[in-house]
């Protein structure tokens, strides 16, 4: 095996590493809402209000199809085949990016540019990128933060931001921000926006932290996607 070999694949098992552990983490958020609700549904059923359970049961049925999809979409990515775009609404992948964030852990303010732009995407895995993204925001803030994501069409490319009122990124972490391992939330994995850089590699495009602009405060990160049409 030559050098380059070696360190193709020994960049292919990190990447295998890093996107097990991501699905774990993930994995495991979404089985606890399952547990919840399944015992919940259990102490309706055992009360004799199986009606009172059905809500409980429904949720189980949509987290698992959730966990189903986490599963599947980094799968794809670790296995490094090729993505499969469609054109999606982006507006419905904001939604699916927030699907398992808790109502009121944050203030959204959304700012695409048409409403109804669509973008050139595998849909499960923009959501995933962008969910790093927002679950970050509403981690590293002592309050539910305000979260504006903007977006827009150019001639050649999809830009997307995404920016809090959060602390922001400490200046030292800043240039490694998207490494493995490296995190500035306690109790973080340091993985997400490993697994964000990704996502976006896998899609040709790009992710970065940009500056925030004009007396902001919080986190401002840049991603942009080619157009394929």
Do not use: C
């Amino acid at each position: 095996m030559t050098g380059e070999e070696g360190d193709g694949s020994r960049e292919r098992l990190a990447a295998i590493g890093e996107i097990a552990a991501e699905i774990a983490h993930e994995l495991r958020n979404v089985l606890q809402i399952v547990s919840s609700s399944a015992y919940v549904a259990r102490q309706e059923v055992e009360r004799g209000d199986a009606a009172g359970a059905h809500p409980h049961l429904s949720k189980v049925e949509k987290y698992a199809r959730i966990a189903h999809g986490i599963v599947d979409d980094l799968m794809l990515l670790a296995r490094g085949d090729a993505l499969s775009h469609e054109t999606v609404l982006l507006a419905e992948v904001l939604v699916a990016a927030r699907v398992d964030i808790g109502a009121g852990t944050a203030e959204w303010d959304d700012r695409i540019d048409p409403y109804d732009l669509r973008v050139e995407a595998h849909p499960g895995l923009l959501a995933r990128l962008l969910h790093v993204l927002y679950e970050n925001a509403v981690h590293a803030s002592a309050k539910p933060p305000r979260i504006t994501t903007l977006a827009r069409a150019e001639p050649a490319r999809f830009v997307i931001e995404v920016h809090d009122d959060g602390p922001g990124v400490p200046a030292d972490l800043a240039p490694r921000i998207f490494d493995a391992l490296v995190t500035a939330r306690p109790g973080g994995t340091g993985l997400g926006l490993a697994l964000a850089r990704r996502i976006t590699a896998a899609h040709g495009g790009t992710i970065t932290l940009a500056g925030p602009v004009a007396s902001e405060t919080g986190a401002r990160f840049r991603i942009e996607l080619p157009r394929l049409r």
